[in-house]
């Protein structure tokens, strides 16, 4: 008999970025204030707040049927889960994050051989050790608690292995990136035994529908306008859109409404142009989720 889907919402610098999206894609999660089992508008669902270095071990013991967390976490933990989708957010960018290896500007280490018996510090332990074993080169990994590439800075260590977005804080330490180890980003993950219960599966397929198309919405803005008779083909022809656009007569007038759907970061050159061709009135609206 099937219970309450145990879903887990990843702590951290995600946390507020996953509770931004759920509301978007329709469940309002309250956290109150120290409580690791926040309210959700629904329900069928029990949340829990958990480290996403540690989700895909809970969700794979059966202790959480489901949760979010990134690709690297599950790496790291070789998590035997299925993972349901990619979710590519943060609370940065809509880009994947990278783990990079870093070291001193000034230092002689170029390339990943340099690194033989030399000391890397990185929260991404046994993900690293592996990565090296299987390339032939002995180092020696140093779990990392955090503000890792100080590590470097104070000579703790040679290199760091670290995750970014944006460079920002690597570059702001001094450091340069010579590899690129792996892209990560968030995934929606469940275990085996909640995928092959019916009604977990289902509400695991629900979320998982809504939250790529909130994801999807925040790319994309409504677009409509006027468009007199004698332009209408001509605008028409130009106009990008998921599919045709819609285009339906003005009351009593030889114009039309056209409404369509474009990426937001074609929109500043598109009005402009759709000005010129001769629409009018021109409306932007921002679109909660596309499906």
Same mark, same amino acid.
């Given at each position: 008999?099937?219970?309450?889907?145990?879903?887990?919402?990843?702590?951290? *610098?995600?946390?507020?970025?996953?509770?931004?999206?759920?509301?978007?894609?329709?469940?309002?999660?309250?956290?109150?204030?120290?409580?690791?089992?926040?309210?959700?508008? /629904?329900?069928?669902?029990? $949340?829990?707040? $958990?480290?996403?270095?540690?989700?895909?071990?809970y969700?794979?013991?059966?202790?959480?049927d489901?949760?979010?967390?990134?690709? @690297?976490?599950?790496?790291?933990?070789s998590? /035997?889960?299925?993972?349901? $989708?990619?979710? =590519?957010?943060?609370?940065?960018?809509?880009?994947?994050?990278?783990?990079?290896?870093?070291?001193?500007?000034?230092? /002689?280490?170029?390339?990943?051989?340099d690194?033989?018996?030399?000391?890397?510090?990185?929260?991404l332990?046994?993900?690293?050790?592996?990565?090296?074993?299987e390339?032939?080169?002995?180092? @020696?990994i140093?779990?990392?608690?955090?503000?890792?590439?100080?590590?470097?800075v104070?000579?703790?260590?040679?290199?760091?292995?670290?995750?970014?977005?944006?460079?920002?804080?690597?570059?702001?330490?001094?450091?340069?990136?010579? !590899?690129?180890?792996?892209?990560?980003?968030?995934?929606?993950?469940?275990? !085996?035994?909640?995928?092959? /219960?019916?009604?977990?599966?289902?509400?695991?397929?629900?979320?998982?529908?809504?939250?790529?198309?909130?994801?999807?919405?925040?790319?994309?803005?409504?677009?409509k306008m006027?468009?007199?008779?004698?332009?209408?083909?001509?605008?028409?022809?130009?106009?990008?859109?998921?599919?045709?656009?819609?285009?339906?007569?003005?009351?009593?007038?030889d114009?039309? *409404?056209?409404?369509?759907?474009?990426?937001?970061d074609?929109?500043? @050159?598109?009005?402009?142009?759709?000005?010129?061709?001769?629409a009018?009135?021109i409306?932007?609206?921002?679109?909660?989720?596309? =499906?």
């Amino acid at each position: 008999m099937s219970t309450n889907l145990k879903l887990g919402i990843p702590k951290g *610098s995600l946390q507020d970025a996953t509770i931004a999206l759920f509301k978007r894609s329709g469940w309002k999660i309250n956290v109150n204030g120290r409580s690791y089992f926040p309210e959700i508008n /629904d329900p069928t669902i029990d $949340c829990a707040i $958990c480290r996403a270095q540690e989700m895909s071990r809970y969700v794979e013991s059966g202790t959480l049927d489901a949760g979010l967390t990134g690709k @690297d976490w599950i790496a790291e933990n070789s998590s /035997d889960i299925h993972v349901v $989708c990619d979710l =590519v957010y943060s609370k940065v960018s809509a880009r994947p994050a990278r783990w990079v290896l870093a070291v001193p500007y000034d230092s /002689d280490i170029k390339s990943l051989e340099d690194l033989q018996g030399r000391k890397i510090a990185t929260e991404l332990v046994a993900f690293t050790r592996r990565y090296f074993q299987e390339r032939g080169i002995d180092v @020696d990994i140093e779990f990392s608690w955090g503000a890792t590439e100080a590590k470097v800075v104070s000579k703790l260590a040679d290199a760091v292995v670290e995750v970014t977005e944006t460079e920002s804080t690597i570059k702001a330490h001094g450091l340069r990136i010579i !590899h690129e180890l792996m892209q990560t980003n968030t995934q929606l993950i469940v275990n !085996h035994a909640a995928w092959q /219960d019916r009604e977990k599966r289902a509400k695991i397929e629900q979320i998982a529908l809504l939250l790529k198309g909130a994801l999807k919405g925040d790319k994309m803005v409504g677009l409509k306008m006027n468009v007199p008779q004698g332009r209408l083909d001509a605008i028409v022809a130009t106009l990008p859109s998921l599919n045709a656009p819609t285009v339906a007569p003005l009351y009593q007038s030889d114009w039309f *409404s056209v409404e369509i759907v474009v990426g937001a970061d074609v929109v500043r @050159d598109l009005i402009p142009k759709l000005l010129d061709t001769g629409a009018e009135g021109i409306i932007e609206y921002p679109l909660n989720k596309v =499906v």
